[in-house]
């Protein structure tokens, strides 16, 4: 018989962003490679308990097409005969939330629908789901993204007990149009902790580097290259990207070594090598990195 994917997840949407979203953690190696699903303008989709991972395809193409979650929930667990050892929760294109934990999951087994959002799992500490649900409901709309949303709801599960069998890996994938490296794909954030003795705290260190490389740049933290001219020289020099004298004035050698670096360390989204201000956050990211 096949290994159950004893798993806590959540799948919810946000309005703000419109983006959708799964985050999972599970004793069970490469845990969201099965459990996590979304497509942006259709919804997300979690299957798991001897998941049917059609469900996350067929799932997705049905409420592209407009099918509510409640009902697209109805017509995968229906038309499947092992439902009742499946366990599924989706959010559609307007946020609608369903889930469905069948009769045969392994205890504690059960989900907790909200707002749109839902959580669920199987083979956990009792109170898991519901921590959950109440962490989320409390930090979205706050502080940071979906992505670190999802990510505490996953934090306050394995606080309240999380899966009795213990920890291995966990994931969180985001989706919103356009929304991915270079604006050509819908997934903005895919991130995965396959074997790790402590996941979700390894998936939230992810999160926050994910933000330093590719998060949007905030206008109002923005600072003239000009007056970081001589620091970012000396940073530039350390690393062997200039060579020139320390002026302290952002002259075009100046400029070309720090797109240079920029590159190597991954930041060209948030500084694209033009214009007279940069993102503070690039500056204190070298400065901390090899001053």
């Not at 308990?49 to 017509?75: F, I, T």
């Not at 213990?166 to 895919?190: F, P, S």
């Amino acid at each position: 018989m096949r290994q159950p994917i004893a798993t806590f997840s959540i799948v919810a949407y946000d309005p703000g962003r419109k983006e959708w979203g799964v985050a999972v953690q599970s004793k069970f190696l490469a845990a969201a490679a099965v459990v996590s699903w979304a497509r942006a303008g259709a919804g997300a989709v979690a299957t798991q308990s001897y998941a049917n991972l059609a469900y996350g395809p067929d799932g997705l193409a049905m409420m592209a097409q407009g099918v509510a979650a409640a009902e697209a929930v109805k017509r995968l667990t229906e038309a499947d005969e092992g439902r009742d050892s499946r366990q599924l929760g989706m959010v559609d294109r307007d946020g609608n939330a369903a889930a469905f934990t069948g009769a045969a999951c392994h205890d504690w087994a059960g989900h907790l629908v909200g707002d749109g959002f839902t959580c669920q799992g199987n083979i956990l500490v009792p109170g898991t789901v519901a921590a959950m649900a109440a962490e989320f409901e409390r930090v979205r709309g706050g502080a940071g993204e979906l992505a670190d949303w999802l990510a505490a709801a996953l934090a306050a599960g394995q606080a309240a007990g999380g899966d009795k069998r213990g920890r291995q890996a966990a994931g969180v994938l985001v989706v919103r149009e356009n929304g991915g490296y270079g604006g050509k794909t819908d997934r903005y954030l895919d991130l995965r902790v396959d074997d790790d003795p402590q996941p979700i705290r390894k998936l939230q260190q992810l999160v926050s580097s994910h933000h330093l490389f590719f998060g949007e740049v905030d206008p109002d933290n923005v600072v003239p290259l000009a007056e970081v001219a001589a620091d970012l020289q000396a940073v530039l020099t350390r690393t062997g990207h200039y060579q020139g004298k320390q002026t302290g004035q952002f002259d075009a050698a100046t400029r070309q070594a720090l797109w240079a670096l920029v590159g190597e360390e991954n930041l060209e989204d948030r500084w694209d090598g033009t214009g007279d201000v940069i993102d503070r956050v690039v500056v204190e990211f070298l400065l901390e990195r090899f001053g």
